[in-house]
Structure formats: C-alpha cells, structure tokens
C-alpha cells in the first residue's frame, strides 16, 4: 500500500509542485491561507520555503556555463508556473459578450451587483475585467457598441 504524499515535503523536494503553488498563489483571488493550510504551510514557512527555492533558482542560473539556455530546474520551475497560469486564466475566462450584457442589464435591473454576481457564479474580478475588455472594444468597433446599446434596449432596434 502507497502511503500518501504530505504535501509540504513534496513542496521541499518538487520545482513543479513548488512553481504551481507559487502560481497559484499569485492569483489576485487567491485565498492564501487557505492555499497554505492545504499544503500544511502558514505565511512564515511559505516565506522560509520560498527563499530556499529562489535561492536554489538563483545558484543553479550562477552555476549554468550556457548563456544560450537554462538550467533543468528553472526551466522546469518555469514550464510548470506558465502551465499553471494558463490553467487558472482558462478557469477564469473572460466572459463572453452576450454573458456580460445578460450580468450587465440584470445588475442595472435589479441594482444588487453582489447578488447578480453570485447568482451567475461571476466573481467581481472577472466581471470588471470583461466590462474593461469590452467596453475598449465597443468603442474600436461601432457595430459591436451599437449591438450593445440595443441589447441593453437604449438603441434603435433593427
């Protein structure tokens, strides 16, 4: 029987475990606390754990002769935090535009932006970020601003 991998003594040993928790971390989301508790770290031994790992990081970039490349680790710490990135921003997708037009015209009917966000499973950071995204696209684009404004039913309709 395989006995079960304590999650900090992985972060200690593994460049990718420790490079997604890393990634993970830096989300502007994230619950911190609740990342580290899962992986038995608090703040302070967050804190330890990473400067041993920058350090390694660094010495293994001093140690490494070939300017034309990298080092195994740091590539490997650097495949594994882009991947987990990658990960995150397509769990957190922009929303599409006829979403943020239907998030949009329930927030003005109903004027309860927190309510309409939790009803449609939407964080305030992924609403924010589509209204910004959209709204530079809507005024590049006067088919998409006009397409908008007749959805949000202050257009004429055609």
Same mark, same amino acid.
């Given at each position: 029987?395989?006995r ?9 040993t593994? #460049?990718?475990?420790? &490079?997604?928790?890393? %990634?993970?971390?830096?989300e502007?989301? !994230?619950?911190?606390? /609740? *990342? +580290? ?36 680790? #740091?590539?490997?710490? &650097?495949?594994?935090? %882009? ?5 995150? !921003?397509?769990?957190? /997708? *922009? +929303? ?43 005024m ?19």
């Amino acid at each position: 029987m395989m006995r079960p991998v304590d999650p900090k003594a992985l972060l200690e040993t593994d #460049v990718r475990a420790y &490079a997604t928790l890393s %990634a993970r971390l830096s989300e502007p989301d !994230a619950n911190r606390d /609740a *990342l +580290l508790a899962e992986h038995g770290l608090d703040e302070d031994s967050w804190d330890l754990l990473d400067d041993v790992w920058q350090a390694r990081l660094s010495e293994a970039m001093e140690a490494f002769a070939d300017v034309d490349s990298m080092p195994v680790i #740091v590539k490997e710490h &650097a495949d594994a935090f %882009a991947a987990a990135q990658a990960q995150a !921003a397509q769990k957190n /997708a *922009l +929303l599409s535009l006829d979403r943020f037009i239907e998030i949009t015209r329930e927030i003005q009917r109903t004027n309860d932006v927190r309510h309409v966000l939790s009803r449609c499973q939407t964080t305030l950071h992924d609403y924010l970020r589509a209204e910004q995204f959209w709204l530079k696209k809507m005024m590049e684009d006067p088919a998409l601003l006009a397409r908008f404004e007749r959805a949000m039913g202050r257009g004429p309709s055609v």
